[in-house]
């Protein structure tokens, strides 16, 4: 227990703030794991703003909010297109 006052208001303080990060911490967790699932542009979209808003209240570290934006893009599926191949032409000396 807390013996001065300062270190009972920080404990109250910091009782607060954990359960505002628990629930930082869910939403981002649960927001990766079905863009995981379903890697739709829109569970992407999601998961990204929410590992962007917990970097921003530092519940995680912004380099560990890239990283798994990195590996969400990475299982992303790519659209094939036909602008990647191109026409070989044969140039011909005469």
Not at 15 to 21: A, G
Not at 31 to 39: F, G, I, L, T
Not at 72 to 82: A, E, V
Request: charged share 40%; glycine share 2%.
């Amino acid at each position: 227990m807390p013996i001065t006052k300062s270190a009972a208001k920080a404990l109250r303080r910091d009782k607060r703030r954990q359960l505002i990060n628990q629930k930082i911490r869910s939403s981002y967790k649960t927001a990766v794991k079905k863009a995981r699932q379903n890697p739709t542009k829109e569970n992407l979209r999601q998961a990204y703003s929410v590992l962007d808003r917990a970097a921003k209240k530092k519940v995680i570290h912004r380099n560990k909010a890239a990283r798994l934006k990195s590996r969400l893009t990475k299982k992303t599926p790519k659209k094939k297109t036909s602008a990647g191949k191109k026409k070989q032409t044969s140039k011909k000396s005469s």
